[in-house]
């Protein structure tokens, strides 16, 4: 369910800036409002386009320059920021509702499995809406979100505000593509890698959430910080209403009526994945069912049978923000250095490891000594949880999503033809969480019957299954080209 990675989920998508700017269509967007972005993919430039390329403070300057960037921008950092809430949502329910685990399973893969034909529908009211009104609905749709869960305890409601964050997909694509069409060109890698300060500026929200959790308790302070984010996201809502300037797109069809074309582009998208990368796609729908198992139950194990707390979860999610950043900011060149199937290897050999340090996790909680952690215990609440075995789980799995992501899109950059990639990002995500969708219920029927770390060794042979097959079989046809799947 994207809840967890709306923040996490990716928004994780910092890497599509060339491939996007070349379609005026929609694109896989993250659930922190930032742009789909494949950011660190510089441009060939000759030696005198590298010497006339303007310093920092002027780049800098001409980018805010234009209105629109500025007040999208700003606005998507207040939305990046509270979207880190939506980590603890799992343990939140659980606490209203102890022992509800199918119950929270039933709820997630519902939501999900709404957002997923919401996605694909947003490719194509992304085309017909004015991309501004789209962008206005979305921020406005997330805060009826936060302000429900800040005043609500009810099921009704809570359910309620699900369905608002996860129709929500229907507007963010246009909205993704608002922004792409009002970053300067040639300032274009700076503009995009901005929007990740969103995700710096989530430290902030999840400390005020820390020092909040000793004081009014675990779900009063998080009520209290969904209450705030509403409140600071209709500001932005009416902001963006007020100050952006939108236009109506212009609609180039003639011959074909647009349902039709959005039908016959999804059609041959499909197509194209299938014929052109089956391996990866069935690599990525077992992952899809892997990783959602994991983010169902991870936080839930680490404080129901390891014992952390709320404030140690809490500065776990800190501290991987601050490792995770850095890497999205940094990883672009990674595909320069390995192919393909070795990059896949090494990206996907963590998760096991991941799955199996929270395994043992109940039986070796810490890995430092006991007076380093009570030490850190006494500076700060919560801060001796850097130090237990669960915390090297979580952020290497973390660094497993960025980096995997990175590699989706690589793939699908080098591989499928550029003309028709907006279309096959759009029928690709929704392939994913549509498969995505039966995790968060399959976990929840597993953490109600059986054991919950049993969860993580099911995790555990699916991950080794999965590097089996990319060791033998790898993800790419690399005898099919575009060229061969449009011949037939």
Same mark, same amino acid.
């Given at each position: 369910?994207?809840?967890?990675?709306?923040?996490?989920?990716?928004s994780?998508?910092?890497?599509?800036?060339?491939?996007?700017?070349?379609?005026?269509?929609?694109?896989?967007?993250?659930?922190?409002?930032?742009?789909?972005?494949?950011?660190?993919?510089?441009?060939?430039?000759?030696?005198d386009?590298?010497?006339?390329?303007?310093?920092?403070?002027?780049?800098?300057?001409?980018?805010?320059?234009?209105?629109?960037?500025?007040?999208?921008?700003?606005?998507?950092?207040?939305f990046?920021?509270?979207?880190?809430?939506?980590?603890?949502?799992? /343990?939140? #329910?659980?606490?209203?509702?102890?022992?509800?685990? $199918?119950?929270? &399973?039933?709820? =997630?893969?519902? +939501? @999900?499995?709404?957002?997923?034909?919401?996605?694909?529908?947003?490719?194509?009211?992304?085309?017909?809406?004015?991309?501004?009104?789209?962008?206005?609905?979305a921020m406005?749709?997330?805060?009826?979100?936060?302000?429900?869960?800040g005043?609500?305890?009810?099921?009704?409601?809570?359910?309620?505000?699900?369905?608002?964050?996860?129709?929500?997909?229907?507007?963010?694509?246009?909205?993704?593509?608002?922004?792409?069409?009002?970053?300067?060109?040639?300032?274009?890698?700076?503009?995009?890698?901005?929007?990740?300060?969103?995700?710096?500026?989530?430290?902030?929200?999840?400390?005020?959430?820390?020092?909040?959790?000793?004081? /009014?308790? #675990?779900?009063?302070?998080?009520?209290?910080?969904? $209450?705030?984010? &509403?409140?600071? =996201?209709?500001? +932005? @809502?009416?902001?963006?209403?007020?100050?952006?300037?939108?236009?109506?797109?212009?609609?180039?069809?003639?011959?074909?009526?647009?349902?039709?074309?959005?039908?016959?582009?999804?059609?041959?998208?499909?197509?194209?994945?299938?014929?052109?990368?089956?391996?990866?796609?069935?690599?990525?729908?077992?992952?899809?069912?892997?990783d959602?198992?994991?983010?169902?139950?991870?936080?839930?194990?680490i404080?129901?049978?390891?014992?952390?707390?709320?404030?140690?979860?809490?500065?776990?999610?800190?501290?991987?923000?601050?490792?995770?950043?850095?890497?999205?900011?940094?990883?672009?060149?990674?595909?320069?250095?390995?192919?393909?199937?070795?990059?896949?290897?090494?990206?996907?050999?963590?998760?096991?490891?991941?799955?199996?340090? =929270?395994?043992?996790?109940?039986?070796?909680?810490?890995?430092?000594?006991?007076?380093?952690?009570?030490?850190?215990?006494?500076?700060?609440?919560?801060?001796?949880a850097?130090?237990?075995?669960?915390?090297?789980?979580?952020?290497?799995?973390?660094?497993?999503?960025?980096?995997?992501?990175?590699?989706?899109?690589?793939?699908?950059?080098?591989?499928?033809?550029?003309?028709?990639?907006?279309?096959?990002?759009?029928?690709?995500?929704?392939?994913?969480?549509?498969?995505?969708?039966?995790?968060?219920?399959?976990?929840?029927?597993f953490?109600?019957?059986?054991?919950?770390?049993?969860l993580?060794?099911?995790?555990?042979?699916?991950?080794?299954?999965?590097?089996?097959?990319?060791?033998?079989?790898?993800?790419?046809?690399?005898?099919?080209?575009?060229?061969?799947?449009?011949?037939?």
């Amino acid at each position: 369910m994207c809840i967890e990675r709306q923040h996490i989920r990716t928004s994780l998508e910092i890497q599509k800036v060339k491939f996007i700017q070349q379609s005026d269509e929609r694109s896989e967007v993250d659930l922190d409002d930032e742009p789909d972005l494949l950011a660190g993919q510089k441009p060939i430039e000759s030696d005198d386009t590298i010497k006339e390329r303007p310093g920092l403070r002027e780049s800098i300057r001409a980018v805010f320059s234009w209105r629109n960037y500025s007040v999208y921008l700003s606005t998507a950092w207040t939305f990046s920021a509270f979207s880190y809430l939506g980590l603890f949502f799992n /343990l939140y #329910f659980l606490e209203l509702y102890p022992g509800g685990y $199918l119950l929270l &399973g039933a709820v =997630l893969s519902l +939501t @999900s499995l709404v957002a997923s034909i919401s996605r694909l529908g947003g490719g194509y009211v992304g085309d017909v809406v004015n991309r501004k009104h789209l962008s206005v609905v979305a921020m406005f749709m997330m805060a009826i979100y936060n302000l429900i869960l800040g005043i609500s305890i009810e099921f009704t409601w809570i359910l309620i505000a699900l369905m608002f964050l996860s129709t929500m997909e229907i507007f963010k694509g246009g909205s993704s593509a608002f922004i792409m069409d009002n970053i300067p060109k040639e300032h274009s890698g700076l503009g995009l890698s901005l929007f990740q300060i969103g995700r710096v500026l989530g430290i902030f929200t999840l400390a005020a959430f820390v020092i909040l959790t000793p004081i /009014l308790g #675990f779900g009063q302070s998080l009520r209290l910080m969904f $209450l705030i984010g &509403g409140l600071f =996201l209709i500001i +932005t @809502s009416i902001a963006r209403a007020i100050l952006l300037k939108g236009k109506a797109p212009e609609l180039k069809r003639e011959s074909i009526s647009l349902p039709r074309a959005f039908y016959q582009d999804n059609k041959r998208a499909v197509s194209l994945l299938l014929k052109m990368v089956p391996g990866l796609l069935a690599v990525v729908v077992i992952d899809s069912v892997s990783d959602a198992l994991f983010r169902f139950g991870s936080y839930i194990y680490i404080y129901e049978e390891v014992g952390i707390e709320i404030p140690g979860i809490i500065i776990m999610s800190i501290v991987t923000i601050v490792i995770s950043v850095p890497l999205l900011l940094g990883a672009g060149r990674l595909s320069d250095r390995y192919d393909v199937k070795k990059l896949a290897l090494i990206v996907y050999s963590v998760v096991p490891i991941s799955a199996i340090l =929270l395994f043992v996790s109940p039986m070796f909680p810490y890995w430092a000594p006991i007076s380093i952690i009570n030490g850190a215990e006494s500076m700060m609440e919560g801060l001796g949880a850097i130090f237990s075995t669960p915390f090297l789980a979580i952020v290497m799995k973390s660094v497993n999503d960025t980096l995997w992501l990175l590699l989706l899109l690589i793939i699908i950059k080098k591989n499928l033809p550029r003309q028709d990639t907006s279309k096959i990002l759009s029928v690709f995500w929704f392939i994913i969480w549509m498969c995505a969708s039966i995790g968060p219920y399959l976990g929840g029927f597993f953490f109600q019957y059986f054991y919950s770390g049993d969860l993580f060794l099911v995790i555990l042979v699916l991950n080794i299954l999965l590097l089996g097959w990319i060791s033998k079989q790898g993800l790419i046809t690399e005898h099919i080209t575009a060229e061969t799947v449009n011949n037939g």
